[in-house]
């Protein structure tokens, strides 16, 4: 009995690692860096993107395979403690999740610009989703489709119609 018991583990370990496409998931917790609020500090640097625009900028080097991601005007707690991200990722999709770990929250909502990078990812197609925090409806997820093997350098962006893009 004992003998089946460590195959029997690895099988359970090595098809719950899998999703629904039958491909393995990478999930890490990326560092993000992040601006200071940009609600309260106006200035010419920091405002380099309307407010009323959710925007990521990439850049890929292929010969590194390193994507940089800078997400401009992402809504967190003014008082938002540590921000950091999760990322799951597979041969299509690159999903990350920014979250804030705020021990004494404040009572409002700022604008931040956020930057990260992802190692050793192969050039192709995916679908690329940042997952925030404070998005309300109607305002659509940012969800883009890039390709680099094709493009190393793009911008993305979408409209927002809520508090703390919109005072």
Request: charged share 20%.
């Amino acid at each position: 009995m004992k003998k089946l018991v460590l195959p029997t583990l690895f099988l359970i370990i090595l098809l719950s690692s899998c999703n629904e496409n039958g491909l393995f998931n990478r999930k890490n917790i990326i560092s993000i860096t992040h601006s200071a609020c940009k609600t309260f500090y106006r200035s010419a640097n920091l405002d380099t993107v309307e407010r009323t625009k959710d925007m990521i900028e990439y850049f890929y080097d292929t010969s590194t395979r390193i994507l940089k991601i800078k997400h401009y005007n992402a809504a967190f707690n003014c008082c938002p403690g540590k921000i950091h991200g999760e990322m799951v990722s597979d041969s299509f999709n690159i999903i990350i999740t920014e979250i804030e770990k705020a021990n004494n929250p404040c009572d409002c909502s700022c604008l931040y610009d956020l930057e990260y990078q992802i190692d050793n990812l192969a050039p192709g197609q995916y679908s690329l989703q940042i997952i925030e925090p404070y998005l309300t409806a109607p305002d659509e997820a940012l969800k883009f489709i890039i390709d680099l093997k094709n493009t190393t350098y793009d911008t993305l962006s979408k409209l927002r119609t809520n508090y703390p893009w919109l005072l």
